[in-house]
C-alpha cells in the first residue's frame, strides 16, 4: 500500500496536478462535494428512519463527518483524470479510499456497541455492492454517451464532406454557360 501511495505521490507532484488546479477545478470539486453531501445527508436521513444503527437526527459532528467524506468523494473522482493509470487501478484506488472513510463515517456515527462488529462487515459487504451497482450503471451509461458522441461525430463530418463536395470552389471571375 505504501509503495502505491509512494507512485501516487510522484505522480501527482511530476505532473504537477495539484499546482495546475486552477479556481474553476476547484469550484467544481467543491460544488460536486456540496452535492455530494446532500444525497449523503437524504442517505443517512432515510436510513436513519429505517433502521436502528444509526439515529436519524444529525448533529453537527456528524453533519462535519459526510460533508468530509462529500469531500473526500469528490477529491477521489480526480483518481480517474489520472492518464497514466489504468482503468481498474483507478477504480481500485477510488474504492479504498471511499471505503475507508465510509467505515470511519459508520463507526463514528453508527450505534456499532449494541449492534457488535458483524454490523461494520455487514455495512462494508453493503457498501462493496453499492459501489459496484453505481460503478456499473455510471460506466454504462458513459460508454453509450461515448458511443453516441462517436455516431454524431462521423455523421457530422460525413456531412461537411458532401457540402464541401457540393460546393467546389468556382473563381469568381469565370462565367457559366
Same mark, same amino acid.
Given at each position: 500500500?505504501?509503495? +502505491?501511495?509512494?507512485? /501516487? %505521490?510522484?505522480?501527482?507532484? !511530476? ?10 477545478? *476547484?469550484?467544481? @470539486? @467543491? ?6 453531501? #446532500?444525497?449523503? @445527508? ?18 453537527? =459532528? ?10 473526500? *468523494? ?14 481498474? /487501478?483507478?477504480?481500485? *484506488?477510488? %474504492? ?8 470511519? *463515517?459508520? +463507526?463514528?456515527?453508527?450505534?456499532? !456497541?449494541?449492534?457488535? $462488529? $458483524? ?10 455492492? /453499492? %459501489?459496484?451497482?453505481?460503478? $456499473? #450503471? !455510471?460506466?454504462?451509461?458513459? /460508454?453509450?454517451?461515448? =458511443? ?11 456531412? +461537411? ?17
Amino acid at each position: 500500500m505504501a509503495v +502505491i501511495m509512494l507512485s /501516487l %505521490y510522484g505522480t501527482f507532484i !511530476s505532473k504537477s496536478v495539484f499546482v495546475e488546479l486552477n479556481m474553476k477545478k *476547484i469550484e467544481n @470539486l @467543491l460544488l460536486r462535494a456540496a452535492g455530494y453531501t #446532500v444525497l449523503i @445527508l437524504l442517505m443517512f436521513y432515510v436510513f436513519g428512519l429505517a433502521s436502528d444503527f444509526t439515529d436519524a437526527y444529525i448533529n453537527f =459532528k456528524t453533519f462535519m463527518l459526510i460533508l468530509g467524506f462529500g469531500v473526500l *468523494i469528490s477529491i477521489a473522482g480526480l483518481v480517474f483524470s489520472i492518464k497514466k493509470l489504468v482503468l481498474a /487501478l483507478q477504480v481500485l *484506488i477510488h %474504492y479504498v479510499v471511499l471505503l475507508v472513510a465510509f467505515c470511519v *463515517i459508520f +463507526i463514528s456515527t453508527g450505534n456499532i !456497541s449494541s449492534a457488535g $462488529g $458483524g454490523a461494520i462487515f455487514t455495512a462494508v459487504i453493503i457498501f462493496t455492492v /453499492l %459501489y459496484g451497482v453505481i460503478f $456499473g #450503471v !455510471s460506466y454504462a451509461v458513459l /460508454l453509450a454517451v461515448r =458511443k453516441a458522441d462517436e455516431k454524431i461525430d462521423r455523421k457530422f463530418k460525413a456531412e +461537411i464532406k458532401k457540402e464541401v463536395k457540393k460546393d467546389k470552389y468556382r473563381p469568381i471571375y469565370k462565367t457559366e454557360e
